[in-house]
């Protein structure tokens, strides 16, 4: 492919020989040979230097920090390493700028820990698992040796290559052996599932007029936790609209002493009683598993959140959960279990203990505007009035808050049980 310099230089080497040869001036018709012989040279240049790239260097992304909140720094490595005996030649590395994308992929099978009775709707599209808070494989970064496949590029794919080449970070020659690293910086003023792809590695000619992608970089994923809403001193966040029953658990923590309902598993942290270890877990894998038991109905709160598109606007789906956060932390810190369900049939248990503020956190970054799945709503009978399946298991001591917008109607979405005891809080 001509880079941007190259692509000037061709254009005017044509029109200098169709002037040449028009008027008779042979200096623009020798120019335009001399143009023409340079990138001829260029190609045969770039591809031999593209068949040595492939055997001897190899790229790898890491993530120091996989999970952040909102507004924090955070960055990712882009790590090119030359694993040969010889010295290898400069490659050039694309600006990352527009490669960054955000997904919502919610509350899968396992997305979240202790989520075993949630119900896995959609997949989960990072790499490792983010319920061990490493979705990005930073323990074992990401690698991929330099393959240079793919696909026949159209007019406008070039004409992007071209401008992420114009932006571009090269990379010096690389001794055996050594390495450069690539800092790119994470935009985390966006909540979500951020994921950097498509990073092309490329090698060019000494005149930079032609360029050939050697590989595209592994991905990386960067999960953004929602800021939490203040709540007032009560527990009620502003805009609460209470139901016909009065919140029990608001006045005071309960003594978090577990049920004897098994929730799922967790990885051991210190602390934990020896006698909840699940030996199967450490026969089969080594890591020490403890089992995590749901919380008596009295010391919790169901938090369902209103994800249907058609109640949302961009900005009310931020503020939805960014609320939902605010009212879930501070059931947490009241020593209540936190049972999160969504309008689309998800549902996580989360306890109270070291873990469960990131547990909540993580699970509301992955959420976002979606329309119940049909395999969600044949599971749990009849079509679901509103568009909404809300898999809620709280019982009649447990306190229910439903976070929705002003024009979702949500509260007509729950069943008759959930509709007498829940509490309203809406956003704007």
Known sequence: MLSTRGAVLALGATFAAIAGLAYGVEEFVLLAIAVGSLLALGQVWVWRRLGVSRRALRVAVSVPRA??????????????????????????????????????????ESSVAGASRAHPTRAHPSRGDPS????????????????????????????????????????????????????V???????????LANVGVWCEDPFRLVAR???????AHVIVYPTPAEVTEDGRASGAHP????????????????????????????????????????????ELVVREFLEPQAGSLSLLVDLRPSAHSAQSVEDTISRAAGLGAGALRRGLTVELCTSTGDRVVIPPNATGHQTMLRALALLGPASAPPAVVRRWGD???????????????ADVVLVTTATGAAQRTLPESLRRQAETVLVP
């Open 67 to 108: 999970e952040v909140t909102a507004g924090q720094s955070a960055v990712v490595e882009l790590t090119v390493t030359n694993v040969s005996r010889r010295r290898r030649p400069p490659v050039v590395v694309e600006d990352p700028g527009g490669k960054w994308s955000v997904s919502y992929p919610g509350l899968g």
């Open 213 to 219: 992608r050697v590989t595209l970089a592994p991905p």
């Open 383 to 397: 079509r679901p009035t509103g568009g909404a399946v809300w898999a809620t298991g709280g019982g009649p001591g």
């Open 185 to 195: 910086r994470v935009p985390t003023a966006t909540r979500g599932l951020l994921t």
């Open 132 to 183: 061990r808070g490493d979705p990005s494989g930073r323990d074992a970064p990401s690698q991929g040796w330099l393959d240079g496949a793919g696909a026949r590029p159209t007019r406008r794919q070039r004409a992007r290559d071209r401008r992420a080449l114009s932006r571009a970070r090269r990379l010096p020659g690389l001794r055996p052996g050594s390495d450069a690293t690539v800092t």
């Open 243 to 286: 139901g016909s029953r009065a919140r029990s658990s608001a006045s005071g923590p309960t003594n978090g002493l577990s049920g004897d309902e098994l929730s799922g598993l967790r990885p051991y942290a210190p602390g934990d009683r020896l006698t909840r270890l699940h030996w199967p877990s450490l026969a089969r894998t080594g």
